[in-house]
């Protein structure tokens, strides 16, 4: 059977258009590969688009904007970083420009911080801790799991420092000892 080689791209319906396209500019220090009042591709490799926007203000003025935190569909994108590293030092990037996650949680499998756009689409940014998935299975079919499926909050401010400081990747990735962690209400669970 023939199945998908990779996730190409992402396609949101907005009516904050500028906003949208300044914001995943900034997240993933995206580009605009082409742009018209209606639409605009973006992307931040060598895939020719990423996102795509559409300005439902153009396209269906007429139309009224939902509630995309009550709606069913889609709850967020997650995207993985190769090191934590990486993650914590766009957490940090972020947060200069003002952008912080709602949630920011070790999930057992992965160390993720959520983000909402401007219209409250939501993201994860992840690294997994896993060495490859058999792992990761492994410990989803364990007893620690089967208590804690959601994970335990961690600080990445606490972890950017200790990444400065020269803590090991291995050490960084740790899954805290902790209460799990509770899934705040932007997360629209
Ligand atoms: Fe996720």
Same mark, same amino acid.
């Given at each position: 059977? *023939?199945?998908?080689?990779? #996730?190409?791209? /992402? ?7 500028? $906003?949208?396209?300044?914001?995943? $500019?900034? +997240?993933? @220090?995206?580009?605009? $590969?082409? =742009? ?11 895939? %020719? ?11 269906? &003025? @007429? ?6 935190t009550?709606? +069913?569909? +889609?709850n967020h ?11 914590? @030092? ?10 912080t996650p709602y949630w920011r949680v070790?999930?057992? +499998?992965? #160390?993720s911080v959520y983000y909402r756009? &401007?219209?409250g689409?939501r993201?994860e940014? =992840? ?5 490859? *998935?058999?792992?990761? %299975? ?12 959601i994970g /335990?909050e961690?600080? &990445?401010? /606490?972890?950017? *420092? =200790? ?5 090991? =990747? @291995?050490? #960084?990735?740790? #899954? &805290? /000892?902790?209460?799990p962690a509770p899934i705040p209400r932007e997360h629209g669970l």
């Amino acid at each position: 059977m *023939a199945r998908p080689s990779k #996730l190409a791209h /992402v396609v949101y319906m907005t009516r904050r258009y500028n $906003q949208m396209l300044n914001w995943y $500019q900034t +997240v993933f @220090e995206a580009k605009v $590969q082409y =742009q018209n009042p209606a639409f605009a591709f973006l992307t931040y490799d060598d895939e %020719h688009h990423r996102f795509a926007f559409a300005n439902m203000s153009i396209l269906n &003025p @007429e139309g009224i904007e939902m509630d995309a935190t009550s709606k +069913v569909g +889609v709850n967020h994108v997650g995207y993985t970083f190769s090191t934590v590293g990486e993650l914590l @030092e766009t957490y940090e990037r972020l947060k200069q420009a003002g952008i912080t996650p709602y949630w920011r949680v070790h999930h057992g +499998v992965t #160390l993720s911080v959520y983000y909402r756009d &401007p219209d409250g689409n939501r993201l994860e940014f =992840q690294v997994d801790c896993c060495a490859n *998935a058999d792992e990761a %299975h492994t410990f989803m079919q364990s007893d620690a799991f089967a208590l804690n499926p959601i994970g /335990v909050e961690i600080d &990445p401010d /606490v972890l950017l *420092a =200790q990444y400065r400081s020269g803590t090991s =990747q @291995e050490q #960084l990735l740790k #899954l &805290p /000892v902790g209460p799990p962690a509770p899934i705040p209400r932007e997360h629209g669970l």
